[in-house]
């Protein structure tokens, strides 16, 4: 590696505050407009050409994506309008690094002022050594896309057999959900038993993206009083309510969370029958601002209850899929572990 300068943050990418934009005001596209939780929705005008960086302004504060195409940046985002020579990839790992979440300026709602960051004193080494850590770290990334698109292929195989066996079956047998399922509501402990650190089980308080399963975790909790057992499926009952996932492992689960589990052991199919019901979100639930379901609620939903020798066929077919989706997401887990402990290394300034 070679000597790495010193410099300011400006000198590494200059930012500016993203577009405003409604959802109203979005026309079907295939451009990405990125928030500052990632990409949030699609347009039909990208605003600006990647390949591109974004981090979180307003809300989710420092969250640092990388857009390889044109897009639109969110008003909730600053984005990069100069690279100044840099590798954009290297400059995407690198502010990961940065914590920038702690500068945040705002009284009531949390805040990121470029004017803030631009004269942050950084180290940063020349283009030629940017690109090798940027490619070394990115092979692990390619990896783990790759394993989520074989994810969505085989999520989506299920979903298609699940709408071919049961789909047109809405008219028949049904049973509720409280009939068909053990519910579990979630109960957030006091905030002094959350770690960092890896004490105690992974807590969850929500899931991150609809449909999307065995997450990662950040968060440990050592007093959790309601659990998902690993090979639960996990229903957001906060908004947005309705996303689905499944436990990858025993965890804590907080208020904004229910854990479910068959009754009759047809576990797969329990899953798929809540993606087919369920497929937006907010379908239920009330709130003046934000949507929630109760317990009550819940158990009272009505779904499809075919025989159970139908629902064994399906299995047959759902169990070695859940398999592999189960195994490619423990892949990623380990990947994206393996990544992370090597960024901070390869951020390392060499003086």
């Not at 591109?52 to 897009?71: E, S």
């Not at 049961?166 to 979630?186: H, N, P, Q, S, Y």
């Not at 109760?294 to 499809?304: A, C, G, M, Q, Y």
């Amino acid at each position: 590696m070679s000597k790495w300068r010193r410099a300011t943050l400006e000198e590494l990418a200059h930012f500016q505050r993203g577009f405003d934009i409604s959802k109203a005001e979005q026309q079907p596209g295939n451009i990405p407009v990125v928030s500052s939780s990632g990409v949030t929705s699609y347009h039909s005008v990208a605003k600006v050409k990647g390949p591109g960086v974004t981090i979180g302004r307003k809300g989710t504060l420092g969250t640092v994506f990388y857009v390889p195409q044109d897009y639109w940046p969110h008003s909730t985002s600053l984005w990069v309008t100069d690279f100044n020579g840099n590798e954009p990839k290297f400059v995407y790992y690198f502010l990961k690094t940065l914590g920038l979440e702690q500068y945040d300026v705002g009284a009531s709602n949390p805040t990121l002022n470029r004017n803030h960051i631009h004269g942050l004193q950084i180290a940063i080494p020349d283009v030629k050594t940017q690109r090798r850590i940027a490619d070394i770290l990115s092979a692990y990334d390619d990896l783990i896309e790759n394993n989520r698109r074989r994810i969505a292929i085989l999520e989506e195989t299920a979903r298609l057999a699940y709408r071919k066996w049961f789909g047109g079956v809405e008219e028949g047998r049904t049973a509720t959900l409280g009939e068909i399922a053990d519910v579990v509501m979630g109960q957030s402990p006091e905030s002094k038993t959350y770690n960092d650190n890896g004490e105690g089980l992974p807590f969850h308080q929500g899931v991150t993206g609809f449909g999307f399963r065995y997450p990662r975790n950040e968060m440990w909790c050592t007093a959790g009083t309601r659990f998902a057992e690993e090979g639960d499926i996990l229903f957001s009952v906060r908004a947005p309510v309705g996303r689905i996932n499944v436990a990858g492992e025993r965890i804590v689960i907080g208020r904004g969370l229910s854990a479910m589990r068959a009754k009759n052991g047809f576990q797969s199919w329990l899953l798929y029958a809540l993606k087919h019901h369920f497929s937006k979100e907010d379908m239920i639930g009330v709130g003046c601002i934000f949507a929630s379901t109760t317990k009550k609620e819940l158990l009272s939903v009505d779904l499809p209850f075919p025989p159970d020798a139908e629902i064994a066929e399906f299995e047959q077919i759902a169990e070695p899929v859940d398999a592999q989706i189960k195994a490619l997401s423990k892949q990623n887990a380990a990947l994206a572990a393996a990544r992370d402990m090597m960024l901070p290394r390869l951020m390392r300034a060499n003086f």
